[in-house]
């Protein structure tokens, strides 16, 4: 085909209609370079665009991991102040427990007398109590029986009969401790109203103790550690599910019952939170227009929740002077990234002056290096030097080579298809005699009565007649991925699967059998207007193992396939009536269900095979 004419533009004046004037030209006739900022000037922008988001954004980032850090060490801080409090009010409350089931082994326990003396023992047990001291005993009623306590201490407050939920929670709570509400004492401490079940081997409630726990050296507990790690003792409390202080380190907020409902820590809790669950929250509050930083944790088996907090202020006073120190040593960063950009640009200049000469040379086909003033210097340059160099020489010989290969393939070309000439040219050591055994799908077309043909038109017909049909056949089927083995006489003879295979060969090969049919209607066409004659072809195809490789002598060779497979197909094909396509059923098995319509044409016997073949056509 023809190369298409290049279009020449004609650029005219807008306003005048005259020819554009031609663009500078420098030495040697190209094009001058535009002017611009110098390569120093660049590369020296350059580094300090690249230095300078780069050390601000490092800067940015140390900033803020530092914000960070700091935070999630108040949180570790106050997670452990929580973990403390908890363990802390675990243990004390464990402890009474202990000393409540103590003193029901003395009440109920064998071998200690009668009830005189089981009372007298535990007063005595109670005198020695640090945290409670009394108790008063219940029958499973509910019913209070008796108050054992020291002679010294007044009578305690304590309910006559005890309420049905407050029962029914005893039998519920499995023989643990069962905590009823915060209120005050005789002399006026907040104590902890607390009720233990006596419970028998069947489960069943055989009496309860209450007594009143004194919160002081609870409390005292979390105002110094408050003071000890927040700064004030207003830093730790424990509240219960209604948001009233039950621990905290002013014993008269506590014995207040004070309501922290509106505190702003459990803005970040649901309303109606109960502090059932195990819960944690962390949040940034206001409390009395000071911004503060806080967490909660529920201590769920009681229903309670310990809080810390600790203004804003005093968490992040660090952050100002390790801000002051960051910037300090951003500046400096500038500064050394400003003398590191005007040394690196000067010494990146000169090297690269010489290279771009070089390169105009190669692009001029000129294949010369750099100068020896850039090849001996021992830094990157040197090294870009001496590879330019290796490169002029790589790609004089390339181009030889190229030029040499270039030949060859259009000399090959015109003999093999082109996946066997990418075989021959990119694998030359396998230029020898033998072969692979393959699955391979075998394609014959034949010209028929060819010989009555031939016989009616001169031999320059026949010859300019098969030329331009084997030259369409051959363009349609490389176009499905074939190779054209062969032409025998008028007789075309394809192969899919070899020396490259593709899932879908059987398919390609009739496929481009219905491409052939196609378009020998046009070719018809031309040949009824311009000789008078047409033709018809049959085309048979089958699939099956076979050799495809190099045969022939040492000093000539034909790439082909070779076997049974190629047999049956010509014999299939020798079988099929002008304009027909037969198929064999092993050809047909690798089509599957991929949409060609195939006719079963029945069984037929091949000449020189004992079985009968089906053979399947494709239809019009």
Request: proline share 5%.
């Amino acid at each position: 085909m023809a190369a298409n004419p290049v279009p020449v533009v004609e650029t005219r004046s807008a306003e005048r209609g005259t020819e554009a004037p031609p663009p500078p030209t420098g030495e040697k006739g190209t094009p001058a370079a535009p002017r611009g900022l110098p390569l120093f000037i660049r590369l020296f922008l350059l580094i300090l665009l690249c230095a300078l988001p780069t050390l601000g954004g490092l800067g940015w980032v140390m900033m803020d991991a530092n914000v960070v850090a700091l935070t999630e060490t108040v949180r570790h801080q106050h997670r452990a102040i929580v973990w403390d409090v908890q363990r802390t009010v675990r243990s004390g409350l464990a402890r009474v427990e202990q000393d409540l089931e103590d003193i029901s082994t003395i009440l109920f326990g064998p071998g200690l007398g009668d009830d005189a003396t089981r009372y007298a023992l535990a007063g005595s047990r109670v005198a020695a109590l640090r945290g409670i001291d009394f108790v008063t005993l219940y029958a499973p009623s509910g019913q209070s029986v008796t108050t054992v306590k020291a002679e010294e201490v007044p009578d305690p407050r304590m309910p006559s009969r005890l309420e049905p939920a407050l029962l029914e929670a005893l039998r519920a709570s499995n023989g643990k401790l069962v905590i009823q509400r915060v209120h005050t004492n005789a002399q006026g401490e907040p104590v902890l109203e607390a009720f233990f079940p006596i419970v028998r081997d069947d489960g069943s409630v055989r009496a309860v103790l209450g007594t009143l726990v004194k919160l002081r050296d609870l409390c005292e507990l979390l105002g110094e550690l408050s003071e000890k790690f927040l700064g004030s003792r207003e830093n730790v409390f424990v509240v219960d599910r209604e948001r009233r202080l039950v621990l905290h380190g002013d014993l008269a907020r506590v014995a207040a019952r004070e309501d922290l409902s509106r505190h702003g820590l459990f803005k970040a809790l649901s309303g109606d939170s109960s502090f059932d669950t195990d819960m944690v929250a962390i949040s940034d509050f206001q409390l009395d227009g000071e911004e503060m930083v806080g967490s909660l944790e529920t201590l769920s088996e009681r229903g309670w929740a310990v809080a810390v907090q600790q203004p804003q202020s005093v968490v992040y006073a660090s952050l100002s002077a390790m801000r002051r120190s960051i910037l300090f040593a951003l500046a400096l960063a500038v500064l050394v990234a400003l003398a590191v950009g005007l040394f690196g640009a000067r010494q990146l200049t000169q090297p690269i002056r010489e290279l771009v000469a070089a390169t105009r040379a190669l692009a001029e086909r000129t294949f010369r290096g750099v100068s020896e003033r850039v090849t001996r210097r021992g830094d990157e340059l040197g090294t870009l030097g001496r590879a330019f160099d290796s490169m002029a020489v790589t790609l004089e010989a390339k181009e030889r080579e190229v030029v040499t290969q270039t030949q060859v393939r259009a000399a090959l070309s015109r003999y093999l298809s082109p996946d066997v000439v990418d075989l021959v040219v990119s694998n030359p050591e396998q230029l020898r005699l033998g072969g692979e055994r393959r699955e391979v799908t075998i394609l014959f077309a034949d010209v028929v009565g060819f010989t009555k043909l031939s016989e009616s038109q001169p031999p320059e017909t026949i010859v300019a007649l098969l030329n331009e049909l084997f030259t369409f056949a051959t363009e349609i089927i490389q176009r499905r991925g074939g190779i054209i083995d062969k032409f025998i006489g008028d007789c075309v003879m394809a192969v899919w699967g070899s020396p490259q295979s593709h899932p879908d060969d059987a398919l390609r090969a009739v496929q481009a059998a219905e491409d052939l049919r196609r378009w020998l209607d046009v070719g018809n066409r031309r040949w009824r207007a311009r000789w008078g004659i047409e033709i018809q072809l049959a085309i048979g195809i089958h699939t099956g193992p076979a050799v495809a490789g190099n045969v022939g002598s040492e000093k000539r060779m034909e790439y082909t396939v070779i076997g049974d497979t190629v047999n049956v197909a010509a014999r299939i094909e020798s079988m099929a009536q002008p304009g027909q396509i037969l198929v064999s059923e092993a050809t047909r098995e690798r089509i599957g269900d991929s949409g060609v319509e195939l006719v079963p044409a029945g069984e037929r016997q091949l000449h020189g095979r004992t079985a009968a073949t089906r053979i399947f056509e494709v239809p019009l």
